[in-house]
């Protein structure tokens, strides 16, 4: 099974940029799509985009639209979440995920997830 570890989270102004990173290991990282989920603090975790197994696809909820953008790099065995223009409703633990289906837009279509990282925008 493949094992996911994200990276690249922090504090950031309101306008600001980060860039997430989720490095997998184990099980060939391109049989998978992967998404990213967010959770902020006493709301449900929520789905925010999806990008192929080959990358050649990606999908995107309204409030991130035009501001996320989801790459791959299968060669690296790394997703990637460039998140621009930051608001600090954009607070909150974010999370990468593996799974089989796409397009996997709930927690139950992904298999595997990765430990979270907090990424935090202030005002």
């Known amino acids: 099974q493949v094992r996911l570890v994200e990276s690249g989270g922090g504090l950031v102004q309101a306008g600001g940029s980060l860039r997430l990173s989720c490095a997998a290991s184990g099980r060939p990282f391109s049989e998978y799509a992967m998404g990213w989920f967010r959770q902020a603090p006493g709301k449900e975790r929520e789905f925010v985009g999806a990008?192929?197994?080959?990358?050649?696809?990606?999908y995107y909820v309204d409030f991130v639209k035009g501001r996320f953008t989801i790459s791959r790099d299968n060669a690296k065995n790394t997703v990637y979440l460039q998140m621009n223009s930051l608001k600090p409703e954009d607070t909150a633990v974010y999370y990468c995920?593996?799974?089989?289906?796409?397009?996997?837009?709930?927690?139950?279509?992904?298999?595997?997830w990765g430990q979270g990282t907090q990424v935090t925008v202030s005002s």
């Open positions: 990008i192929k197994w080959s990358g050649t696809a990606t």
């Open positions: 995920a593996a799974g089989e289906i796409w397009i996997g837009l709930t927690q139950r279509d992904y298999d595997v």
